[in-house]
């Protein structure tokens, strides 16, 4: 099994050179500090993503969802403007019920707030053992396959999102569009580019070490005072549309 997880162990020695992890699942890469801001020029290529996700769900437009969270509300804009493949996947699996009592099954504040993560399908299971969470994927009920989506992450001086790389691995020195400032909304992923499922991650506080290298896909408008008291083993209560349905597109069965 892929494990979905982000670079803790990086971002440690991102946010504190002296600070070391025990965690054998951390994966994945994040940008260094020295990585260019947007201030630099440069005119990047991005094509369309491979006919493989030709029947994606994409959110031509935004969409308004809400997770129920100990009760309380947490309110996200998605933006399919800018990521329609990670935005449409999102909503879709919302409209599906896939979030509905899933777990968050990691949360880290500590050296500094970083993100709660959950949405792993098979932490709806009451019997599932937690040391699995984290390992799991949206499946598809009708191809009995797990579905992924293409890394999608537009830079701030394209049209279009770069689609199965990383800003470092396609050169690009500008910042992204949607950046991973408190409240970002985005996937988590294994370590290879097109690996997101369902799994994803809300910022505690800016992490823009990540930008480049992860999805973000909306932000958190409302109630980020709950996303602040979350604990890991918390989980959604329900998720639902509340505007936007009508721009989500769903290829034919």
Same mark, same amino acid.
């Given at each position: 099994m892929r494990k979905y997880v982000l670079t803790l162990a990086i971002a440690c020695l991102v946010l504190i050179t002296s600070c070391s992890s025990s965690d054998g699942d951390v994966t994945g890469a994040a940008p260094s500090e020295s990585?260019?801001?947007a201030t630099e020029e440069a005119i990047v290529d991005t094509p369309a993503p491979s006919d493989a996700f030709a029947s994606l769900p994409q959110l031509n437009g935004e969409a308004t969802v809400v997770l129920r969270v100990n009760g309380e509300s947490i309110v996200i804009q998605v933006d399919g403007v800018h990521a329609p493949v990670t935005a449409g996947n999102f909503v879709d699996l919302v409209q599906r019920g896939v979030y509905d009592n899933t777990v968050f099954h990691?949360?880290?504040?500590e050296p500094e707030p970083f993100v709660v993560q959950g949405g792993d399908p098979q932490s709806r299971d009451p019997n599932a053992n937690p040391a699995t969470f984290g390992t799991g994927s949206f499946v598809d009920p009708q191809s009995g396959q797990a579905r992924y989506i293409p890394l999608e992450i537009q830079p701030s001086n394209a049209n279009e999102p770069?689609? /199965?790389?990383?800003?470092?691995? @396609?050169?690009?020195?500008?910042?992204? %569009? !949607?950046?991973?400032?408190r409240g970002?909304?985005?996937?988590?992923? /294994?370590?290879?580019?097109?690996? @997101?499922?369902?799994?994803?991650?809300? %910022? !505690?506080?800016?992490?823009?070490f990540l930008d480049g290298s992860y999805a973000v896909f909306g932000y958190v408008t409302e109630?980020?005072?709950?996303?602040d008291q979350i604990q890991q083993g918390d989980r959604i209560e329900s998720a639902e549309i509340m505007s936007g349905a009508e721009n989500l597109t769903v290829a034919a069965e």
């Open positions: 990585t260019p801001t990691r949360v880290v504040r770069l689609y /199965s790389r990383t800003f470092p691995e @396609a050169g690009v020195t500008v910042e992204p %569009t !949607l950046t991973h400032r970002a909304v985005a996937m988590a992923r /294994s370590q290879f580019a097109d690996s @997101a499922s369902a799994q994803f991650y809300i %910022t !505690l506080g800016d992490v823009n109630g980020m005072e709950v996303v």
